[in-house]
């Protein structure tokens, strides 16, 4: 019983942990200060110890012995290569949309638009994140592609981070409703070249707005 609370607690140290970084509360190369999250959480220094170990596993913070924990930079890379990826799968997955998608799956895209034009004016960034994550996720449970789905949610994992930070910049997420928009707009036109190009106007869009964030934020990134 007691490993069980030992263990749930260190899952809540963990989940609040990673969202810190995720959202960007905890910055690259900042120091994790154990002891305040100890305080913090209210837990003892095992669950937080063992928190920190599995979120070093999975790549968002560094351990250094002696010295302490810090939150790991973002590979600007490997951002790339990931949006390298996602321009080559999702652009056949528009396309293929607009081939034939049903009257379903048409609506649930333009529901999610309206549902982001209203985080948008409401300036809610976390549930704007999650519409704007729905929208591509919509494509592929619609058209049942299912082993796309997971290989693209594997690449929007380790896309996690700069994309929350992709969010921040004046008008960007209406920048990206008027993207998605054009993509439904060739999907309901029944254009696949058009949803293919317009899905990839997209992701440039993105690149661009993450290449401005790395050279007016070096600190951010890794090479």
């Known amino acids: 019983m007691m490993q069980e609370r030992a263990n749930s607690k260190a899952g809540q140290v963990y989940e609040a942990v990673k969202e810190a970084i995720l959202?960007?509360?905890?910055?690259?190369?900042q120091a994790i200060d154990k002891f305040a999250?100890?305080?913090?959480?209210?837990?003892?220094?095992?669950?937080?110890?063992?928190?920190?170990?599995?979120?070093?596993?999975?790549?968002?913070?560094?351990?250094?012995?002696?010295?302490?924990?810090?939150?790991?930079?973002?590979?600007a890379e490997s951002v790339r290569e990931h949006l390298f990826v996602r321009r080559a799968l999702e652009g056949e997955v528009a396309a293929e949309?607009?081939?034939?998608?049903?009257?379903?799956?048409?609506?649930?895209?333009?529901a999610n638009l309206a549902q982001a034009d209203?985080?948008?004016?409401?300036?809610?960034?976390?549930?704007?994140?999650?519409?704007?994550?729905?929208?591509?996720?919509?494509?592929?449970?619609?058209?049942?592609?299912?082993?796309?789905e997971a290989i693209l949610d594997g690449v929007r994992q380790h896309l996690e981070r700069p994309r929350r930070l992709l969010m921040n910049p004046p008008g960007r997420m209406h920048q990206t409703i008027a993207e998605h928009r054009a993509i439904l707009a060739a999907?309901?036109?029944?254009?696949?070249?058009?949803?293919?190009?317009?899905l990839a106007a997209h992701l440039a869009a993105v690149a661009r707005t993450f290449?401005?964030?790395?050279?007016a934020k070096p600190g951010l990134f890794a090479p």
């Open 118 to 148: 209203e985080a948008a004016r409401a300036g809610d960034r976390a549930l704007f994140y999650e519409l704007d994550v729905g929208f591509h996720a919509l494509l592929t449970q619609h058209l049942g592609l299912h082993r796309a």
């Open 211 to 215: 290449e401005a964030l790395a050279k």
């Open 23 to 29: 959202s960007g509360e905890l910055e690259p190369e």
């Open 187 to 198: 999907i309901e036109a029944r254009q696949p070249e058009a949803a293919r190009a317009a």
């Open 37 to 75: 999250l100890c305080e913090k959480l209210g837990v003892s220094r095992f669950p937080v110890s063992a928190a920190i170990s599995r979120l070093a596993f999975e790549g968002l913070v560094r351990i250094e012995p002696q010295h302490g924990s810090f939150v790991t930079p973002i590979s």
């Open 97 to 110: 949309a607009a081939r034939r998608l049903d009257d379903e799956g048409r609506a649930d895209l333009s």
